[in-house]
């Protein structure tokens, strides 16, 4: 059993597919150490444990809308994709996705995924309530109004640390529309100086660049139609000029893979991943990384990459920058503070990776930059420790709510030792 990249052998003693709650009840109640798997799509042992690896594939797929209260029901193994073509057909939506539609919601949301939207939380801010299978098998629900809400702030990125999640409630929107524009050749320049500008002047916006001979930027801007959106697209943006053919963010790579540009008008979710549903992309021809860093540094993070260009491009396939809003999520990366975040799809050599990833580090630590808990990450656990204001709250909520680390692997066990 191997990760979606190929780089992660799971160490399970056990895999177990549980047909039923009550049955994934009474294996989590009778286990020493068990873990959740989703779709297996991070890039380190995060998933990972010694004891039972569970899927919850095999539990029966629920998809309930209550268009009245704007929530949906969901399966926690369900995949965003499938979720949102059963949304869209019933007139609903997302606020927001990831770039890839292949996910399990409840693996995203453990981990603090996020698409890019200056008004865009992570995807975890739509999870209205969840239900838990928590280490004794029984079952809790918590929400985010009420009694339960400060543990709900802390469970729903909770890294899979305090129990097995089996469903989510999430909001839901009028299912809306979105075109999409690339631009070319964004100048570095340009970027520092109008940075805020350029990010704000879209639902969704990346830019992605490869830093090298040049940093020079491809701009991908997502508006809503009938949100700012006024139809065409300028010619010309900030010196930048809009694609005349689709564009994949990689200049060797087929753009027919990716979602409809040239401004195009389509349905939300098939326009704010950059990846059409119905491509997989190939397994294990890549690794990430992505560090969160505040709104407010994001202009001195582009430079500190920049400056280490000639060491990052080697390895690297691309990089890409987005912007996220602020949550209330314990460990969320974007907690408590409008982010940037800088994203590397490096060359699938871990060993040739490594070395400049700690050189990456070392450039973004004094901004505060925070890892993405799913991604390639070398920090040590007392620099992560700093990150989060509510580091030491979490750790006492697992020691109470999971006094023998059940739910426990060496990545937790590294960064969230016992008390
Ligand atoms: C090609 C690609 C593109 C990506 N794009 C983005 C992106 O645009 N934005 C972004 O932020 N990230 C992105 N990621 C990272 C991805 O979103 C995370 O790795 C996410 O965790 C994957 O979900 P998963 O279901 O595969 O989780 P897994 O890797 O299976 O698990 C991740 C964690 O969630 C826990 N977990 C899973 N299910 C449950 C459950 N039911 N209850 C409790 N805990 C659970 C696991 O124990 C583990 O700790 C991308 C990854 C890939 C491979």
Same mark, same amino acid.
């Given at each position: 059993?191997?990760?979606?990249?190929?780089n992660?052998?799971?160490?399970?003693?056990?895999?177990?597919?549980?047909?039923?709650?009550?049955?994934?009840?009474?294996?989590?109640?009778?286990?020493?150490?068990?873990?959740?798997?989703?779709?297996?799509?991070?890039?380190?042992?995060?998933?990972?444990?010694?004891?039972?690896?569970?899927?919850?594939?095999?539990?029966?797929?629920?998809?309930?809308?209550?268009?009245?209260?704007?929530?949906?029901e969901?399966?926690?193994?369900?995949?965003?994709?499938?979720?949102?073509?059963?949304?869209? !057909?019933?007139?609903? =939506?997302?606020?927001?996705? &990831?770039?890839? $539609?292949?996910?399990?919601? #409840?693996? %995203?949301? @453990?981990?603090?995924?996020?698409?890019?939207?200056?008004?865009?939380?992570?995807?975890?801010?739509?999870v209205?309530?969840?239900?838990?299978?928590?280490?004794?098998?029984?079952?809790?629900?918590?929400?985010r109004?009420?009694?339960?809400?400060?543990?709900?702030?802390?469970?729903?990125?909770?890294?899979?640390?305090?129990?097995?999640?089996?469903?989510?409630?999430?909001?839901?929107?009028?299912a809306?529309?979105?075109?999409?524009?690339?631009?070319?050749?964004?100048?570095?320049?340009?970027?520092?100086?109008?940075?805020?500008?350029?990010l704000?002047?879209?639902?969704?916006?990346?830019?992605?660049?490869?830093?090298?001979?040049?940093?020079?930027?491809?701009?991908?801007?997502? !508006?809503?139609?009938? =949100?700012?959106?006024?139809? &065409?697209?300028? $010619?010309?943006?900030?010196? #930048?000029? %809009?694609? @005349?053919?689709?564009?994949?963010?990689?200049?060797?790579?087929?753009?027919?893979?990716?979602?409809?540009?040239?401004?195009?008008?389509?349905?939300?979710?098939?326009?704010?991943p950059?990846?059409?549903?119905?491509?997989?992309?190939?397994?294990?021809?890549?690794?990430?990384?992505?560090?969160?860093?505040?709104?407010?540094?994001?202009?001195?993070?582009i430079?500190?990459?920049?400056?280490?260009?000639?060491?990052?491009?080697?390895?690297?396939?691309?990089?890409?920058?987005?912007?996220?809003?602020?949550?209330?999520?314990?460990?969320?990366?974007?907690?408590?503070?409008?982010?940037?975040?800088?994203?590397?799809?490096?060359?699938?050599?871990p060993?040739?990776?490594?070395?400049?990833?700690?050189?990456?580090?070392?450039r973004?630590?004094?901004?505060?930059a925070?890892?993405?808990? #799913?991604?390639?990450?070398?920090?040590?656990?007392?620099?992560?420790?700093?990150?989060y204001?509510?580091?030491?709250?979490?750790?006492?909520?697992?020691?109470?709510?999971?006094?023998?680390?059940?739910?426990?692997?060496?990545?937790?066990d590294r960064?969230?030792?016992?008390?």
């Amino acid at each position: 059993m191997r990760n979606w990249a190929g780089n992660v052998d799971f160490g399970a003693a056990r895999f177990c597919r549980p047909d039923s709650v009550d049955e994934l009840r009474g294996l989590v109640a009778g286990s020493r150490r068990v873990r959740a798997l989703g779709t297996g799509h991070s890039f380190n042992r995060i998933a990972d444990t010694t004891g039972d690896l569970v899927s919850l594939a095999g539990l029966p797929a629920v998809v309930e809308l209550d268009s009245a209260a704007r929530l949906v029901e969901v399966s926690a193994g369900l995949r965003y994709g499938e979720l949102a073509g059963h949304l869209h !057909r019933h007139g609903f =939506a997302l606020h927001n996705l &990831g770039s890839l $539609p292949h996910i399990s919601v #409840a693996g %995203a949301c @453990a981990t603090g995924t996020h698409g890019s939207g200056d008004g865009n939380p992570g995807l975890a801010a739509a999870v209205a309530a969840l239900e838990l299978v928590t280490a004794d098998g029984e079952l809790r629900v918590l929400s985010r109004a009420g009694e339960s809400a400060a543990e709900f702030c802390a469970t729903v990125v909770g890294l899979g640390a305090l129990g097995i999640v089996t469903r989510l409630w999430l909001d839901v929107e009028p299912a809306y529309s979105v075109r999409q524009h690339v631009y070319d050749d964004l100048e570095h320049e340009m970027v520092l100086a109008h940075l805020d500008e350029i990010l704000a002047s879209g639902y969704s916006v990346s830019l992605f660049t490869r830093w090298q001979p040049e940093p020079t930027y491809q701009l991908w801007r997502k !508006r809503r139609v009938g =949100a700012g959106d006024e139809g &065409g697209a300028e $010619p010309v943006f900030f010196g #930048a000029t %809009a694609a @005349a053919d689709p564009r994949h963010p990689l200049p060797a790579m087929d753009a027919a893979n990716c979602t409809e540009q040239l401004g195009r008008i389509g349905l939300w979710h098939e326009r704010l991943p950059h990846f059409r549903l119905e491509f997989v992309p190939s397994r294990g021809e890549e690794l990430q990384s992505e560090y969160l860093v505040p709104r407010a540094l994001a202009r001195q993070a582009i430079e500190a990459v920049a400056g280490i260009g000639h060491r990052v491009a080697p390895v690297l396939q691309v990089c890409e920058l987005r912007s996220i809003a602020a949550d209330e999520f314990w460990l969320s990366p974007g907690y408590r503070r409008d982010s940037l975040g800088v994203h590397f799809t490096w060359i699938p050599d871990p060993a040739a990776v490594l070395p400049v990833l700690a050189e990456v580090e070392r450039r973004l630590a004094p901004l505060r930059a925070r890892p993405h808990w #799913a991604k390639l990450f070398g920090m040590e656990p007392a620099a992560v420790r700093e990150l989060y204001d509510r580091y030491d709250d979490f750790r006492r909520l697992c020691a109470m709510r999971d006094p023998g680390r059940k739910f426990g692997n060496d990545f937790m066990d590294r960064y969230f030792p016992r008390f």
